[in-house]
């Protein structure tokens, strides 16, 4: 019983930071700012509910579960709330318009 | 009612952070509590919008649905990065959210967040704005599918 | 499991990795905030399984001090960054 306890833990941790790789990877590869913003909310939600959940089936103490419950219930209110901000000031700042859409990411500039 | 679910709450929040129960810390647990239940009620006289607790019951239904959601989704974008991330074709659509009762809003905005592939950018009105990295799931929004789901939840007792 | 925690860890470690080097090279501003972000919840995790990794789950009280610290800085950061557009 523990046995398998242990097992679907740890193949939960294990996908759980596939995922975050892939949208680590995802926010390097996509071509324009709010693609990459998709890639990124990859990493924040479904990542950090692998992740937790892993290790959710690894504790036994009763308050480390209600701790862990609530930085997985904080994280998955503020990572919305997170890339909203993002996306209001990217507008603001005049990265996308309706039109800008079709012509792809003209506010890009090379690095220095 | 309202106020002693609020301390309720605000006192179990405590006891999970602080985890003592010795007298001098349990002083100060109250002492916050209270300064707290005071600033919420001088707020209220500013924006006259009470903050409710939705029922646990019906959260209960909805998140394991979400999660389901989040899941497909992400696989779908995992595969993108994956795949050819130049196939993406990002688009940007305004959806009607008259259909949702208006207290539901930001929990409806935030779900499309939360969700991989969408993101909900600006909500005012009766519209909000989502840009998604497949024209695909656009569609998918507009036929309500996020919307359906918790109008049959919270729309009765609305 | 505790290699496998072990594995996770260095996992985390790369992904953060990643997200920095984003937020070093990055083409926009926004890009640089992102980055920043997905760093910041990442280390939530890192924290999280380094406790896990330990057997001391104390750390757990350091993770969910972190997440609201990291929560609220992003949002100021992107308050100030709202109205005043950043000319690079």
């Known amino acids: ?112 | 009612m309202h106020t002693v679910k609020w301390v309720i709450s605000l006192s179990i929040f405590w006891l999970l952070l602080s985890g003592y129960l010795k007298p001098l810390l349990l002083g100060f647990g109250v002492a916050s509590v209270a300064l707290v239940i005071v600033v919420l009620n001088r707020m209220q006289k500013v924006d006259n919008e009470p903050q409710e607790f939705g029922t646990w019951l019906q959260t209960i239904r909805y998140i394991p649905w979400l999660l389901g959601q989040i899941l497909s989704s992400s696989l779908r974008v995992t595969k993108l990065v994956w795949g050819s991330p130049t196939e993406v074709s990002p688009s940007l659509a305004k959806i009607n959210v008259e259909a949702v009762p208006e207290a539901r809003r930001t929990l409806y905005a935030n779900s499309i967040t939360l969700t991989p592939g969408t993101l909900s950018i600006d909500l005012e009105g009766e519209e909000v704005t989502v840009h998604a990295l497949e024209q695909s799931s656009i569609d998918e929004l507009k036929e309500g599918y996020i919307a359906t789901k918790i109008t049959d939840i919270w729309g009765d007792n609305k | 499991m505790t290699s496998l925690y072990a594995a996770v860890c260095i996992a985390i470690l790369v992904i953060m990795a990643i997200a920095l080097a984003r937020a070093f090279y990055a083409p926009t501003v926004y890009d640089r905030i992102l980055g920043v972000n997905m760093f910041g919840t990442k280390t939530v995790l890192f924290i999280a399984v380094v406790g896990y990794l330990t057997g001391r789950p104390d750390f757990l009280d350091i993770a969910i001090v972190y997440a609201l610290i990291n929560f609220i800085g992003m949002v100021a950061v992107l308050r100030f960054f709202e109205y005043t557009a950043p000319v690079d």
């Not at chain 1, 995922?19 to 990859?42: D, E, I, Q, W």
């Not at chain 1, 579960?65 to 709330?81: D, E, M, Q, R, V």
């Open chain 1, 1 to 112: 019983m523990l046995l398998l306890l242990d097992i679907i833990s740890g193949i939960l941790l294990v996908t759980g930071v596939f995922f975050g790789l892939s949208g680590a990877v995802g926010v390097f590869k996509l071509p324009n700012f709010f693609t990459r913003v998709h890639a990124a909310s990859v990493t924040d939600s479904i990542a950090v509910i692998l992740i937790i959940g892993g290790l959710l089936l690894q504790t036994t103490f009763g308050i480390n579960i209600a701790k862990l419950l609530f930085i997985l219930g904080f994280l998955l209110i503020t990572s919305p709330t997170a890339s909203h901000a993002l996306a209001k000031s990217a507008r603001h700042g005049g990265l996308l318009t309706m039109s800008e859409l079709e012509k792809g990411d003209q506010q890009e500039k090379t690095p220095k």
